[in-house]
């Protein structure tokens, strides 16, 4: 199976990163995040385990990859400081099927969210302060175990 | 032992990583943050209700009953709020 994990502060490229995905399936499946335009929000800033994160991430994966037959997998993640409106995470996956896919992509993306190490501190009004985890990530997360 | 801290666990510890040695009688995650906990204000704001905290050994994370050693790598930091 063809894997490609990237932390990086630079913007990604969505349609390159399906093109890397789309050979020999039948079926891509991405999830893109933006950081939401919220009121007052001016600025999210990233931080992560350099290390912790990519084999965390890679865990995740190959978790995936043994629930269903993909045949790729792309996680990249933003980290740095990033505006209302800009990309911050794309998850795609490839297999034959798009159940596989589909499937696959909702696991990364909940796994991603409540499992790898990554912060977001948030500046409000020249006020600055980390973002709280939420319950409903867990429990989105908990389906996968029932 | 290595210690790793992020987000506003390294702003309250003032540091985002120094090498201590082991504490005598610390065997696990549990008792190392209760050893932390003491050495400052700071230490203590960030290690006194383990409920808001999280952790890693080695980048995997763990329990606070997870045993420690002299060569870990231990990360503390706050629930993840990534994606």
């Not at chain 1, 050979?23 to 600025?43: I, Q, S």
């Not at chain 2, 390294?10 to 040695?21: A, L, M, S």
């Not at chain 2, 960030?46 to 009953?65: K, M, S, T, V, Y």
Request: charged share 25%.
């Amino acid at each position: 199976m063809k894997t490609r994990i990237a932390i990086q502060c630079e913007p990604f490229d969505a349609a390159a990163e399906i093109a890397g995905l789309s050979d020999g399936a039948g079926a891509v499946a991405t999830f893109t995040g933006f950081v939401r335009r919220e009121g007052d929000l001016a600025t999210l800033r990233l931080e992560h385990y350099p290390g912790m994160t990519e084999r965390e991430i890679a865990r995740h994966i190959g978790e995936a990859q043994a629930r269903w037959p993909l045949l790729a997998a792309t996680v990249v993640h933003r980290v740095g400081s990033l505006k209302p409106g800009e990309p911050i995470v794309f998850v795609g996956t490839a297999a034959l099927h798009r159940r596989e896919a589909f499937a696959a992509c909702e696991f990364l993306m909940d796994y991603l969210k409540t499992r790898a190490p990554f912060w977001k501190e948030e500046t409000r009004a020249g006020v600055t302060r980390w973002v709280d985890a939420k319950a409903t990530d867990d429990h989105a997360a908990a389906r996968w175990k029932q | 032992m290595k210690l790793l801290y992020f987000a506003w666990v390294r702003q309250k510890t003032g540091r985002g990583e120094e090498t201590v040695p082991l504490p005598a009688g610390c065997s696990n995650l549990r008792d190392l943050a209760s050893r932390l906990a003491v050495r400052s204000a700071g230490y203590a704001d960030a290690f006194g209700d383990l409920r808001r905290l999280r952790a890693a050994i080695n980048q995997e994370h763990a329990d606070w009953d997870a045993l420690i050693g002299e060569d870990d790598e231990i990360a503390f930091f706050p629930p993840v709020t990534g994606g």
